[in-house]
């Protein structure tokens, strides 16, 4: 069954086509990659699919419900959790709570209630507080949860924004290079947890420029290039697909020629 | 008295006002467009070019046009003082510092304004002669037709200043990115302490303007300040344009307001357009081309 | 001799230590953001009988006057830390809300009969009513912009007020409103006065305590970092900015009210911009995201305006340039800056100490 499913979006930036009717499907349970090279519109399509921009054509289905124009933290309520390429961890708050207040939604509790601490509120706290501890756990960072998340390094802030994804309890994961800055090592622990996520359940959409992980772990690949989605498949495919060669190499080219203009 | 015949009187008197708060929104924009700073002391200058000159004609006794020229000149160097004293010790501080700051040297400028020259309201002469001109039978000052003038004036050497002058491109770089901008060797400082001199001069000038107008106290600064602000917002903020635009709207709502509400409200108009502007096109009437960057 | 030198150390190191300790007890944490395992401590319980003492120690009804209005501002300033602290949005109209506290608290006393304890409930809930009104749609806004939009409300309020004479009393305001009375316990005298506002205020600290220690707080900081991350993780950032103005909002109500029992009076000239800044600027002058800040703000501006006051026509000049140099020497936050300064110091004596005696 297809847990995502995008329908001809195309989106528009003063004129500069960012995206060109693309279509493809997410299945449940699985590990869909998207590549392309810089600019091919990635990361616009994770804006598009998580509602902090609007497609000017073209519909998204989560779960066979229409998501195209609610509102973001309507999609996250429904089930998407992401993460984003320029990292936005919350510095002034520790490891822990970052995570905890991705489970805000989740938490009973209002403004009077919590004010006067009201029995129920403690409790909540505690529960969320040992889900949080559980989940930095799994990613590796509970030796830091009491640090603030603005001492933690570029990588482990990267590890932690994927906890607070997972924080909100997400059927899809949108990451948007998870790998980067990553060194080897620790690319190869994140796919080993990418892994364990998949087999728990969690269906996960990702970017990813770090080829030999993207091959590993991915079961579809697809493939955009300026706007258009130009190839769609199985690792093996995408791998010996002309049009991905050809889109890699003359990509190279065209950005020589722009540099110089 | 007929509706019909007091508008367009109205009218003229909402164009005057218009105009100057149209000049005092050019000097709120000529900041902007350096360096992303609102300076809430803008109406101080005005307050205090008026202030300035009524103290050299009548204390010193110099001609109008020399003590004129002498208080864009003191204003000016307040402006520049302004920067030196409180903004640049503040660049890396945060939005709601440099507002209070901003705030703090407006208290400051109006207060000791009322030290230096006293607290009674002051009024020039008007520097065109006390004759009425009379067009079509709505009679008017030539002080209005002047006050036009000037302020279309400013606004040309504004629009030459910022498109054909090597000067305005490094502003406005220096406000779009600080730190490319620094990068190609334009000092960032440097523009915002020139944008703040040029923004008190206009100023001044608008105080010099007001002032035969209607009674200059220490406290109206403020007001002024806060409306050529709005002026700029309404036209569009970050457009010199748009200033003048928002200043002839806003003046011509204010007065016109004055035929069909009591005259205790007139301040208050002023703010309800800002809020309207503000909650359904918080770009203006012409647009921004700041509102999406960094701070707005 | 090298052992006798290590020996000193030992024994200064534990001094600087213990002193560093005592001040640790005293001065207020400079990042009181929430922690998981915050709780009340033992400078908390220094705090209580600072407050419950000191008027006490001070018999000068001056003195007293003074602390019951620096307990009403720092309760606004409590209030607006919340909004400005910690969701990291400006407004400068939260002298209106102060107002609207006064002048509900005075119209329901003075006209409709109702006993001051339930007025300052209705306060607090009327202003935050209107700040629901006016937030719904002026939130959308950012930095300067909301700024502008906030004194632009706080500016109609005042001229509202005055130009509404037969419901609000006009410039000349309303006049004999009663004091504050539980219970037929009537709080008459500035020493009666000065427990009630403290302890009203105490009461706001511990819930003001509570909430940013709870999923509300959390939401809060995280609205001020980032708003796409917040949304991404199905916070509703709008609905969080609205709650934390309301609180705002409620908080300056209920000081309202007690400032109208206290004062007797409401006068539209209280509430303008001047009390705005006033209010921004304590919590500036506390640190930004820090609970006690606002109120030592608080203490310190009354104070520090109480002492202008006695040079007159200077004053207001004065104050500018204290301001300003508050601003440019104190950018985040009195408590922040001394607090580094002298934990810097005490350690700097500790080196040169050891400086000196190792050069021998």
């Known amino acids: 069954m297809a847990l995502l499913r995008i329908q001809g979006v195309t989106k528009n930036y003063e004129g500069v086509k960012a995206l060109d009717q693309v279509s493809f499907e997410v299945k449940q349970g699985t590990i869909k990659g998207l590549m392309g090279p810089n600019g091919a519109g990635k990361s616009t399509l994770f804006h598009l699919i998580s509602g902090i921009e609007k497609p000017d054509l073209g519909k998204i289905f989560f779960k066979e419900k229409e998501i195209t124009f609610l509102k973001p933290h309507e999609i996250s309520l429904m089930g998407i959790g992401r993460t984003f390429q320029t990292l936005q961890v919350w510095g002034n708050m520790t490891v822990v709570e970052n995570v905890m207040t991705a489970m805000h939604s989740r938490l009973r509790g209002g403004v009077l209630s919590s004010g006067l601490w009201l029995p129920w509120i403690k409790r909540e706290e505690d529960r969320a507080m040992k889900e949080a501890k559980e989940i930095l756990e799994f990613l590796g960072l509970f030796g830091r949860w009491k640090w603030f998340a603005g001492q933690l390094s570029y990588s482990e802030q990267r590890i932690l924004e994927i906890g607070r994804a997972l924080g909100t309890r997400p059927e899809l994961l949108l990451l948007d290079e998870p790998a980067a800055g990553l060194t080897y090592g620790e690319a190869k622990d994140l796919s080993e947890r990418l892994d364990q996520l998949r087999k728990k359940g969690i269906t996960i959409l990702l970017i990813e420029h770090h080829m030999g992980m993207m091959m590993e772990i991915a079961d579809e690949i697809a493939v955009l290039s300026n706007g258009i989605l130009i190839a769609e498949g199985t690792p093996e495919q995408i791998r010996t697909h002309p049009r991905v060669i050809e889109a890699y190499l003359k990509r190279g080219r065209e950005g020589c020629s722009e540099s110089e203009n | ?296 | ?360």
């Open chain 2, 1 to 296: 008295m007929e509706l019909l015949q007091i508008i367009p009187q109205f009218l003229i008197s909402g164009l005057t006002f218009g105009a100057i708060y149209g000049l005092v929104a050019l000097g709120f924009v000529t900041i902007a467009r350096a360096s992303q700073i609102i300076n809430f002391a803008q109406g101080e200058f005005v307050m205090l070019g008026g202030m300035v000159t009524f103290f050299f004609i009548k204390s010193v006794h110099l001609p109008y046009l020399l003590s004129a020229f002498l208080a864009i000149g003191v204003v000016i160097g307040l402006g520049f003082l302004l920067h030196l004293l409180v903004i640049y010790p503040l660049r890396k501080a945060s939005l709601p510092i440099l507002l209070l700051a901003t705030l703090g040297a407006s208290l400051f400028l109006s207060s000791s304004s009322a030290l230096f020259f006293g607290t009674l309201p002051k009024a020039l002469p008007p520097f065109s002669g006390k004759d009425l001109l009379e067009i079509g039978g709505v009679s008017f000052s030539a002080q209005s037709l002047f006050v036009l003038i000037a302020t279309f004036f400013v606004l040309f050497l504004l629009y030459i200043l910022s498109h054909h002058t090597h000067l305005g491109k490094a502003m406005e770089a220096s406000s779009t990115d600080p730190l490319g901008a620094d990068l190609c060797g334009i000092s960032r400082h440097l523009m915002t302490f020139l944008a703040f001199g040029v923004s008190s001069g206009i100023g001044a000038l608008a105080g010099i303007f007001i002032t035969p107008l209607f009674y200059v106290s220490y406290h109206s600064g403020t007001l002024i300040g806060l409306k050529g602000f709005i002026s700029a917002v309404i036209g569009g903020w970050g457009k010199y344009g748009g200033a003048i635009l928002g200043g002839f709207i806003l003046g011509v709502a204010e007065s016109l307001s004055i035929a069909f509400i009591p005259a205790g409200y007139k301040d208050g108009v002023a703010f309800l357009i800002l809020l309207l502007i503000l909650y359904f096109r918080p770009k203006g009437i012409l647009g921004s081309p700041f509102i999406d960057s960094r701070r707005w």
């Open chain 3, 1 to 360: 001799m090298v052992e006798q030198i290590h020996k000193d150390f030992r024994k200064r190191d534990i001094l600087y230590s213990l002193a560093l300790w005592l001040l640790s007890l005293i001065l207020p944490d400079p990042q009181l953001h929430y922690r998981s395992e915050y709780r009340l401590r033992w400078r908390d319980l220094f705090y209580l009988l600072a407050i419950l003492l000191l008027p006490l120690l001070f018999s000068d009804p001056h003195f007293h006057h003074l602390m019951v209005l620096a307990g009403i501002h720092g309760i606004l300033a409590l209030g607006l830390t919340l909004f400005l602290g910690y969701a990291g949005q400006i407004s400068l109209g939260h002298a209106a809300f102060f107002g609207i506290g006064t002048y509900t608290t005075a119209i329901l006393t003075t006209r409709h009969g109702w006993p001051p304890f339930l007025a300052f409930w209705a306060s607090g809930i009327v202003a935050s009513i209107f700040a629901y009104l006016i937030g719904k749609p002026l939130l959308k806004l950012k930095g300067y912009f909301l700024a502008l939009a906030t004194l632009g409300f706080g500016e109609i309020f005042l001229v509202l007020i005055k130009e509404s004479a037969s419901f609000t009393g006009g410039v000349i305001g309303i006049f004999g409103i009663p004091w504050f009375s539980i219970a037929g316990f009537v709080f008459d005298t500035y020493l009666k006065q000065y427990y009630l506002v403290w302890i009203v205020l105490i009461g706001l600290v511990l819930f003001t305590k509570n909430l940013i220690r709870s999923k509300v707080g959390r939401a809060y900081m995280a609205v001020a970092t980032t708003e796409d991350a917040t949304s991404s993780v199905g916070i509703h950032v709008s609905r969080i900015k609205l709650e934390a103005f309301m609180v705002g909002a409620f908080y300056a109500g209920l000081a309202g009210s007690l400032f109208a029992c206290v004062m007797s009076t409401a006068t539209p000239e209280t509430f303008s911009l001047n009390l705005s800044v006033l209010i921004v600027m304590m919590v500036i002058l506390g640190g930004m995201g820090n609970l006690y800040g606002p109120i030592v703000g608080a203490l310190i501006l009354t104070w520090l305006i109480d002492t202008l006051a006695q040079y007159q026509d200077y004053s207001l000049p004065l104050y500018g340039v204290i301001l300003i140099l508050l601003l440019i020497f104190f950018p985040d936050g009195l408590g922040t800056r001394l607090r580094v300064r002298l934990i810097y110091l005490i350690s700097y004596w500790g080196r040169k100490k050891r400086r000196e005696k190792v050069n021998l």
